[in-house]
């Protein structure tokens, strides 16, 4: 199976047809429920394909140039930029926008909370510290050059510091959007998981046996492919359920204000002690 051809036969359906769905709910004028009309679905979606091309492609493109990975240089285009096949750059795209997609169209099904999401410091902090002790110890790993963890640590340590971004801001917010979040991942990852195996049975792509963890989901498909979409698909969801939640407008400006007014807080501190000094 070509890399195009698992695309066009896995993916572009999907996205087709959910794209179909959600623009019938447009012009049925059927919106996002109330708690999730901060900022527009689709321009959030667009943002977010535009951030997971970006942030990526040079973390992919060092996966292919250390064999991590690679192509049947038979099943791909051969057009390549920098280490990586186009249809990859393609796939880059895709990715996030079958899940955006269902998450859109999700949203305005599933029962929304019934009140605001509360104000939880704590729980930001609990949840973020958690996530940053995984991302320590995988970044030591990584640096300690085990090879069978490369493919593992190298996929944590990547994907878990925007994570982390995201439960600083708002993981009492995502807390309070759980239900939609985890129907979302849930349904999401089986279903790459699935693809996935069925093109790296076809040889489509090949992952590295020597920096991969022996651990083969149903004989095939590797831990790391899994974990790889368990990432992909989290920082898409929570990223676009923390742009498009009502509570996370106030609370960004409230973060700005405070980073614009601590400069001026201290010039009049300093202001003061120099009055005082005269």
Known sequence: MTYFGFLLTFIVPVIVFLALLVWDDHRKGLKNPQALQGRPPIWTLIAHVIVALVYTTPWDNYLVATRVWWYDDNLVTGILIGWVPIEEYTFFLLLPLLSG??????????????????????????????????????????????????????????????IMIQTIFGADILWHHRTLIGVVIGTTVLYYAATDAIAISQGTWTISPDQS???????????????????????????????????????????????????????SSSDAAGNEAK
């Open 101 to 162: 997609l269902w998450l859109i169209w999700l949203s305005r099904r599933l029962t929304p909370p019934s009140s605001a999401a509360p104000d939880k410091p704590r729980m930001r902090l609990i949840v973020t510290g958690m996530i940053g002790v995984i991302w320590l110890v995988s970044t030591v790993i990584l640096l300690s050059g085990y090879q069978p963890a490369a493919y593992m640590t190298l996929l944590l340590s990547w994907a878990l510091i925007p």
């Open 213 to 267: 963890l022996p651990l083969l989901i149903g004989g095939i498909l590797p831990i790391e492919e899994f974990v790889f979409f368990l990432m992909v698909t989290t920082l898409v969801t929570m990223g676009m359920v923390l742009v498009m939640a009502r509570e996370s407008q106030p609370r960004f400006q409230r973060w700005v204000e405070d980073r614009l007014a601590r400069p001026t807080t201290r010039q």
